[in-house]
């Protein structure tokens, strides 16, 4: 258990699904990330949130939409996904947004769309 | 554009000594980092360099040279646990990180 949890561990949605992906961290991070993990590719930013303030959306496709209610809290919603975006889903959290005391990550969420 | 280079796979033997190199070009630099991450698992944190040189800690150690744009990760008295995807990530001048692929490493008896 590295302190921040992920759920579930795995998914499996057709392509008409709506489902959410759950990110939760007790370690006091003011910082929360998602990121897709695909196969033999880097690590892939989607959404940053600062202190409960979304700061960064690398045009990510709209029909992923992220939510943080609170600091410790992060949610990613899925709907009308496509087979491509089937990969690890990562979440972290940094003690602050520069990143510079390292960032702990969940499990993630192995996403498959059929 | 911005760019993390690591080989895809390595394969050493248990006991042995193995070095991940790590290449990058980034839009500034605000230090270097090696996460490991098992399979299925979540990546776990190993080094930070920011400052030329090398970091011991235990088995592993890493190297930095900003002027080369060059790191290494060294494993020594390799064990079969060590068996991992080891990633490089930089952190750039907007303090976003910038990762590498990953490298595969196997461990064989």
């Known amino acids: 258990e590295t302190g921040v949890t992920q759920t579930p561990r795995h998914l499996v949605m057709g392509m008409t699904n709506k489902k959410s992906l759950k990110c939760e961290q007790h370690?006091?991070?003011?910082?929360m990330y998602w990121y897709k993990q695909s196969a033999k590719k880097p690590l892939e930013l989607m959404f940053v949130?600062?202190?409960?303030?979304?700061?960064e959306n690398n045009s990510v496709p709209s029909r992923f939409s992220p939510e943080c209610p609170n600091s410790s809290h992060l949610f990613l919603h899925l709907h009308t996904l496509q087979p491509e975006d089937s990969a690890l889903y990562l979440c972290a959290s940094s003690q602050d947004p520069t990143g510079l005391n390292g960032y702990t990550f969940g499990s993630g969420t192995r996403l498959t769309v059929v | 554009g911005q760019n993390i280079d690591q080989p895809t796979e390595m394969t050493a033997t248990e006991g042995a000594i193995v070095q991940i190199n790590c290449t990058y070009q980034?839009?500034?630099?605000?230090?270097l980092f090696w996460y490991q991450q098992h399979a299925g698992e979540a990546p776990t944190f190993l080094s930070y360099n920011v400052l030329d040189g090398l970091e011991e800690k235990g088995r592993f150690s890493s190297f930095l040279s900003r002027s080369k744009g060059y790191s290494y990760l060294l494993l020594k008295e390799l064990q079969m646990k060590d068996s991992a995807s080891y990633l490089c990530a930089v952190l750039d001048s907007n303090y976003q990180l910038i990762w590498g692929a990953g490298t595969k490493l196997i461990i064989k008896p």
């Open positions: 949130y600062n202190f409960k303030e979304q700061t």
């Open positions: 370690l006091g991070h003011n910082a």
């Open positions: 980034t839009s500034g630099f605000n230090g």
